[in-house]
């Protein structure tokens, strides 16, 4: 049987290490980006040795112009890719640092912007193919605080659906998966006394966890979704609906 084979950026954090594991599972070979944090690809590849896959990882940094020329100089085969990279910026808009803003948009918008134009031959080369974005709920509705980070992902939410339009006849497929508050490192700048606060927000009381988002993505990869494009999931337990 051909290999499958998907990028999965961002593949360090907790949320993209969970998709890992999933697309593993659907017997996908990986492409594993990560930037700075070395020691959890490895722990990741070691987590992945059961499975009969092949397994490649990639250093670059999306918050640079170069990064994703690395990244695509290393891409060989490709079924599928999840844009996962991200990072967030609390405070107000007034405070932000303009080099901050710079690698900020250049890391979740002009990065993957230029990853998938480079990569889309490849994906059109192949008989079925799909794309799926992870975003977030503040590129939905909007955080006081995030103002940055939820235009960043508003922007990353109608890529999605701009592209799903231009594509479709190439059967390729392309969505997002807009996480709401998620239990990994990017919540652990908040109280235990300002989580409670967001549990109480939300109406299934209790944070999402990264597995529950992996699923998401693989479905939207797989042929269960096969009549689903240009779509943003929201997967947020009821928050913000």
């Known amino acids: 049987m051909e290999k499958r084979f998907a990028l999965i950026t961002g593949a360090s954090g907790g949320i993209g290490s969970q998709i890992a594991l999933k697309l593993a599972e659907e017997n996908y070979s990986l492409y594993l980006h990560y930037n700075a944090n ?3 690809i490895q722990n990741l590849m070691r987590q992945l040795q059961p499975f009969d896959i092949e397994v490649i990882p990639i250093q670059a940094d ?13 891409i060989f085969a490709l079924h599928a890719i999840v844009l996962n990279s991200g990072n967030s910026y609390y405070g107000l808009i007034s405070d932000m640092d303009e080099q901050v803003v710079s690698e900020m948009v250049q890391l979740h ?53 701009a592209l799903s339009k231009e594509v479709a006849l190439n059967d390729i497929r392309v969505n997002a998966v807009a996480p709401g508050a998620v239990s990994t490192a990017m ?29 998401a993505v693989a479905f939207l990869l797989s042929d269960k979704a096969a009549y689903i494009t240009g779509q943003v999931l929201g997967v947020n337990g009821g928050w913000y609906t």
């Open 62 to 74: 999306l918050s640079t112009k170069e990064g994703y020329k690395q990244l695509v100089r290393n």
């Open 187 to 215: 919540l652990q700048s908040f109280s235990a006394e300002d989580l409670e606060l967001i549990k109480g927000d939300i109406p299934m009381g209790r944070m999402g966890n990264p597995e529950e988002i992996a699923e």
């Open 109 to 161: 918008v002009t990065s993957p912007f230029q990853l998938t134009k480079e990569l889309l031959p490849k994906l059109m080369y192949q008989e079925k193919a799909a794309v799926v974005a992870v975003t977030s709920i503040w590129g939905q509705t909007g955080a006081s605080c995030e103002v940055l980070y939820s235009m960043l992902k508003g922007g990353q939410n109608a890529f999605i659906k």
């Open 38 to 40: 070395e020691e959890a």
